[in-house]
């Protein structure tokens, strides 16, 4: 593997970062959060599943996150007629060399905006589950594989709406994280006005960043170091969800290891080289919610799997943090956390 200088990616990552940020909430006014989320799974190469009504800036800031970095970017437009073969691609014969020539789809990108996922039949919505997962798509027996960095950040309307198709579980689970990006404040709404009332500014967005630079910090997040008892923190939190009362179908294993790889991102993000419980907790209902199926009686209790992981974050005892010793991505072993008791959130 590539090894880099270990400061110099610490101050790289924090500094192409920070350009990237700047370039998206240039066009999503008031929401920083979602913007530090959405680069989060980026670099921990997650994919980001953003769900929310109709003209609140879904697509907006996935075509924001994809402009500011110099990469390959396609557009799907998820609807009901929508075929497999136009995401995957497709073999046509060749009639003048004799032999069956492949034709990519839209997913071969390192960035796929996948706008209104959820408009498209199940058999359509399908043929993403393994280019989410391996990175790769086999098409007629032959595996291709997907340009790195890959990411897919997919939008979709609440289930309720008309016209939509619930997304799968087993879809859904390859989501890292899902987020909501909700109405924006009356101040940042003015400001919308002001900015986006003439032209829309992704016409003016120049990329910041370059994709072999994104790999390199890809690289650097991998080196974070997780002590063992945040590892346990962090299995502890996604076990709970598959015995809670609540709850019909708790997180995957995948789940554990989307929740991990986030907090090392979050971690470098914040300019450490190791990550702590509070990474954790900040991350477990955007990575963990859109997991989780409630019972039937939570239902009729209006209980949500964010409320659902929200207790569980408050009943599960949290591990005392102590920086480890050793450097950027050292081999050298953490010392262990003392444990303490549950404290409460909020």
Not at 43 to 62: N, R, Y
Not at 165 to 189: H, I, K, N, T
Not at 254 to 283: C, F, N, V
Request: proline letters at 8%; glycine letters at 6%; one cysteine or more.
């Amino acid at each position: 593997m590539t090894t880099y200088d270990d400061r110099a990616s610490l101050t790289d990552l924090t500094s192409t970062v920070e350009r990237v940020r700047s370039s998206v909430e240039a066009v999503i006014e008031g929401k920083p959060e979602v913007v530090r989320l959405s680069l989060t799974v980026l670099l921990a190469e997650g994919h980001l599943l953003i769900e929310d009504v109709p003209g609140v800036g879904k697509t907006m800031l996935a075509k924001a996150l994809a402009r500011s970095i110099d990469c390959s970017v396609r557009r799907i437009q998820f609807t009901p007629d929508l075929l497999p073969s136009d995401i995957t691609g497709v073999s046509i014969w060749d009639q003048q060399r004799k032999e069956f020539e492949f034709k990519p789809g839209a997913i071969f990108s390192q960035i796929v905006i996948g706008d209104e996922i959820n408009r498209a039949s199940p058999k359509t919505q399908s043929a993403l589950l393994e280019s989410l997962e391996e990175r790769q798509v086999t098409i007629d027996g032959h595996t291709y594989e997907l340009p790195h960095p890959f990411m897919v950040v997919a939008t979709q309307n609440p289930v309720e709406m008309e016209g939509t198709y619930p997304l799968p579980e087993a879809q859904r689970d390859r989501f890292m994280a899902r987020v909501s990006v909700g109405y924006p404040s009356p101040e940042a709404e003015l400001q919308m006005l002001d900015v986006h009332g003439g032209v829309s500014p992704l016409e003016d967005m120049q990329p910041v960043a370059h994709a072999h630079d994104i790999v390199k910090l890809i690289e650097a997040v991998r080196g974070v170091h997780v002590a063992e008892t945040v590892r346990r923190y962090a299995v502890d939190l996604v076990g709970a969800t598959r015995t809670h009362p609540d709850l019909r179908l708790g997180a995957s294993p995948r789940a554990t290891l989307h929740l991990l790889r986030a907090a090392k991102a979050t971690a470098a993000l914040s300019g450490r080289e190791y990550a702590l419980p509070d990474d954790i907790q900040s991350l477990a209902v955007a990575v963990l919610a859109h997991r989780l199926l409630p019972t039937a009686q939570a239902q009729l209790n209006r209980r949500t799997p964010e409320q659902v992981v929200q207790e569980i974050l408050q009943r599960t005892p949290v591990p005392q943090a102590a920086p480890p010793q050793g450097g950027f991505g050292s081999a050298r072993p953490a010392p262990a956390y003392p444990q303490q008791p549950p404290r409460r959130l909020g």
